[in-house]
């Protein structure tokens, strides 16, 4: 891809719309050969965009899921210890063998089992793989302070094999829910990017992407009402992937128009909380409606 407009046109036809600041930014990013650090709030399509990406390029996507106490070793590559057990019992019973010549034997890749950020620097069919570090704000200073190190040289070390370095640097893709602040030193290396809602144009343009069946006029309803409810005060906004999720629901219920009566009945795509939910009980969720469809009127 070598212009912008090509990253714009690459992920629409992976059914990922973006303007053109997001297309920009992984132009750069592809070009340059940075990571870029994409943070928002929950459900506006940060990962996606790792999955579109990987698609429209023919990449392989490397997945590793963040997680609170989530470690080097585990993120990088582990031994299976249940393989090495076995081997040492074969070998004790045939009789036995040198012990400093079954360690090497045991510590060996036979015995490795490869983690998404070992993967990551291993060649690939297609070229250098699309390595996605999803929701990194979940981990911890140390893991931080490792994935520096591991994404400046692109090499990690395995005491018992030594280092290993990717012979093409991996596409990365990081993202943040910003559920806390990733340290200054992680995001100076990266290009970075936020991921705000869309507004009700592309919110619309994503939606007929990604619900191509749903009528005209219950797309702009559901786009204009989750539009409307994402200005109240809820402790979590819907973001455009429950957008998608919803109009889902709302076809195969074949509703062909929203009223207060379904709302009410499917919320719980929309809403992922309870005192959220209850904002919406009673007259409140036919004022909302009413100041959408005015606004689209």
């Not at 455009?240 to 889902?248: G, L, N, Q, S, Y």
Request: aromatic share 6%; charged share 30%; glycine share 6%.
């Amino acid at each position: 891809m070598k212009t912008i407009d090509e990253v714009q046109a690459a992920l629409s036809g992976q059914s990922y719309v973006c303007g053109r600041a997001l297309a920009t930014v992984v132009f750069l990013s592809l070009r340059l050969g940075r990571p870029l650090f994409l943070e928002g709030e929950a459900g506006t399509g940060k990962t996606e965009i790792a999955k579109a990406l990987a698609a429209a390029l023919g990449r392989r996507l490397i997945r590793l899921q963040c997680y609170e106490g989530l470690d080097a070793a585990s993120a990088v590559y582990e031994w299976n210890f249940a393989e090495q057990m076995i081997a040492i019992r074969a070998t004790e019973a045939a009789g036995g063998a040198d012990r400093d010549a079954l360690k090497s034997e045991l510590f060996t890749e036979d015995y490795l089992i490869e983690r998404p950020l070992l993967q990551a620097m291993r060649p690939q069919d297609g070229g250098a793989p699309v390595l996605l570090i999803d929701e990194i704000d979940r981990t911890d200073a140390p893991f931080e302070a490792f994935l520096l190190e591991a994404l400046s040289d692109f090499q990690v070390t395995i005491p018992e094999l030594g280092t290993i370095r990717a012979p093409e640097p991996p596409i990365v893709i990081l993202t943040s829910n910003r559920t806390r602040e990733v340290h200054d030193a992680l995001k100076r290396r990266c290009l970075y990017h936020w991921v705000d809602y869309p507004d009700i144009t592309r919110e619309m343009e994503i939606l007929r992407a990604r619900a191509p069946e749903a009528e005209e006029k219950l797309s702009r309803e559901v786009v204009a009402f989750v539009q409307k409810l994402r200005t109240e005060d809820l402790f979590k906004r819907p973001g455009v992937a429950e957008t998608i999720d919803w109009a889902k629901c709302l076809l195969a219920l074949d509703v062909i128009d929203l009223s207060p009566e379904v709302i009410a009945d499917t919320i719980g795509a929309l809403l992922k909380y309870q005192d959220d939910i209850q904002r919406l009980e009673g007259s409140e969720a036919k004022r909302i409606l009413d100041e959408a469809r005015a606004e689209i009127a």
